[in-house]
């Protein structure tokens, strides 16, 4: 096999965002900069907070001796130019922000990678690809009696399995193995995440592409003018509009997201799920979420970008884009045909008039005085700030609350009364957590309890040993549904 191919793309690839960024001499520290800020935490950054960050990260490496001589907001500037970083202006935000471009997650994905290596060859990666392929084999099997007969083989299988578990023996996955199966899930599930990027950016280069075919369309009416006009939107109707549409229906059934939410919420319950990193928990809680949002993101941008295109086209602004595209190619002809008569050095003897504005005297200016803005009287102490329902599961997601205590609290009182609110349950079992207690028990009553129209105060011990009170929505948990609390 010839290598000129390979040699052709691996060239191509030398001179894309991800490859040198990889082989920069400070790519090391930009990595590691941009990954602390814009990948761990949070995934994106108004430009004022993320200059601010970064320009903290760069005094810390001077102090150690490294050389950094520029700005902050240099720095983004380059990493902007270079294709490290995006930049948007997300409707409704009061400044630009910042976010990873696909380059700059494929990096640190790759990086983590060789820091923390996959073992060689897991028998819960073997038991996927022969699932996979065994359901592949199956679902695209024509044959009637080949189907009828291996859904009945299923079938008595099941019966076996039941018939053994009825006779006591019950077979549990070991601890080692049911920790690699879920590690290679986390793994796959936030390649799945990552990979809403790259279908936003192919949507982007798709919006560009008939914009652009649009516009360098001399005719009247052309292929894609004709689709828009019919009321087609290309971009939905696309090969990855049409793909992310069949996902994002699956991500959005009812059904699939509670065998989702139902999946988790067991899982987090076992005991060895108390042997993963912090780090691998909060995924696995913030898992429907993330796809969610991450999905949503993407629905968002391909439904506008489909929606202006449209718009583009019926009110007629290609026309005036095509137009102003022909005078500067006109402008270009001309200069070509001019440029071996007139030389660059050569004074043209014409005078540009500048645009100006009108200056005033700074001692028009009068100084903001916050004294003339001040609210007479003293301060006072406000109420205890009110904890809602959305911040609730912002809380149970950065968080590991004991939830199987929680339960057992919530049983024991509702085992002596028909119904409890959560302050009840504090007041015979105090929040051993502090606020996570009380987090936890509210997460436990939007799933399981009856939410009232009003609201109560409810008090904790913080880990400083100060009393804390909050008001929290009236939340019953009632004796008929304590089953649901096992």
């Known amino acids: 096999m010839k290598a000129d191919k390979a040699l052709a793309t ?30 761990d935490a949070e995934r994106s950054l108004p430009a004022s907070i993320f200059h601010e960050r970064i320009e903290r990260e760069l005094e810390w490496l001077r102090s150690c001796g490294e050389d950094w001589p520029q700005t902050a907001q240099a720095y983004v500037a380059g990493w902007l130019g270079e294709g490290y970083l995006e930049r948007r202006f997300p409707a409704g935000a009061a400044e630009e922000e910042y976010e990873l471009s696909s380059a700059t997650v494929e990096a640190i994905r790759f990086v983590s990678g060789l820091v923390k290596p996959h073992s060689a060859a897991t028998e819960s990666r ?47 996955l070991p601890e080692a ?27 982007e280069q798709l919006n560009r592409d008939l914009r652009g075919r ?19 939107d290309l971009i939905t109707e696309s090969e990855a509009g049409r793909t992310f549409s069949a996902f ?30 912090p780090g691998e928990r909060r995924f696995l809680l913030r898992l429907t ?22 718009h583009f086209v019926q009110s007629r602004e290609f026309l005036e884009q095509r137009r102003l595209n022909q005078l500067l190619r006109q402008a270009q002809l ?79 009182v509702l085992a002596l009364r028909s119904q409890a609110s959560i302050a009840d349950v504090l007041l015979e079992f105090p929040a051993r957590q502090g606020l996570g207690s009380v987090v936890g028990l509210m997460a436990l009553g939007s799933r399981h309890g009856i939410l009232a129209g009003h609201s109560e105060t409810v ?28």
């Open 334 to 412: 001309t200069a070509l045909a001019l440029k071996e008569s007139v030389k660059a050095t050569e004074t043209l003897h014409y005078t540009l008039p500048l645009t100006s504005s009108k200056l005033s005297s700074l001692s028009q200016w009068v100084l903001h005085d916050p004294a003339l803005q001040a609210l007479p009287g003293g301060m006072r102490d406000g109420d205890a700030a009110p904890i809602d329902l959305e911040s609730v599961g912002e809380l149970v997601a950065q968080s590991e609350i004991d939830f199987r205590a929680l339960k057992g609290d919530v049983r024991a």
């Open 214 to 232: 649009i516009m360098e369309n001399d005719g009247s009416r052309g292929e894609v003018l004709d689709s828009l006009f019919a009321g087609i």
């Open 177 to 203: 193995a049911a920790l690699e199966r879920t590690r290679e899930i986390i793994t796959l599930a936030d390649d799945l995440a990552g990979d809403f990027r790259r279908v936003r950016d192919r949507f």
């Open 10 to 39: 691996y060239r191509r690839m030398r001179t894309q965002p991800l490859w040198r960024l990889l082989a920069a001499v400070n790519g090391p520290t930009v990595l590691g900069l941009l990954q602390a800020h814009l990948y």
């Open 248 to 277: 994002w229906r699956l991500l959005t059934d009812p059904e699939q997201s509670a065998t989702l939410e139902q999946a988790l919420d067991q899982l987090m319950s076992r005991e060895f799920v108390a042997r993963l990193e």
């Open 459 to 486: 008090a904790w011990t913080g880990a400083d040993e100060h009393p804390r009170r909050a008001r929290i929505p009236v939340i019953y948990f009632v004796k008929e549904r304590a089953d649901e609390l096992v």
């Open 126 to 172: 073997l038991g996927l690809v022969i699932d996979a392929l065994s359901r592949l084999s199956a679902d695209t099997d024509a044959d009637k009696a080949r189907r009828v007969a291996r859904l009945r083989a299923e079938q008595a299988a099941i019966e076996r399995e039941i018939e053994a578990i009825d006779q006591g023996a019950l077979r549990v």
């Open 289 to 310: 979420r993330t796809l969610l949002e991450q999905g949503g993101m993407v629905h968002d941008v391909l439904q506008s970008f489909a929606r202006s295109l449209k």
